[in-house]
């Protein structure tokens, strides 16, 4: 439905030592934001109903910006699939 999810767990990890850094609930128009040191990283989302998403490694670099748009599709009995980006 391209629909914004609201209450889904979004986790920062750093990659090297898999270690978690943040876990932040998304608002009602389904936007998280996170502050991090240069590094590498990687992001999961969550929400009960939803297949759970895992991102590429994601370097940041001083002074980047990412948006980071993440699609979670509904887990649905009957086999149709739908998608809902995170804003």
């Known amino acids: 439905t391209k629909q914004p999810i609201p209450l889904a767990v979004v986790r920062v990890f750093e ?10 609930v998304t608002d009602r128009n389904g936007r998280f934001k996170f502050l991090v040191t240069p590094g ?7 929400k009960p109903g939803f297949k759970s998403y895992t991102s590429e490694l994601i370097p940041i670099r001083k002074s980047d910006i990412i948006k980071l748009d993440i699609s979670l599709a509904q ?3 009957a086999g149709a699939h739908a998608n809902s980006p995170l804003r």
Do not use: A, G, I, P
């Not at 990659?15 to 932040?24: G, K, M």
């Not at 590498?40 to 969550?46: A, E, G, I, K, N």
């Open 75 to 77: 887990e649905m009995l």
């Open 15 to 24: 990659s090297r030592f898999n270690y978690l850094l943040f876990t932040y």
């Open 40 to 46: 590498d990283y990687y992001v999961t989302c969550s």
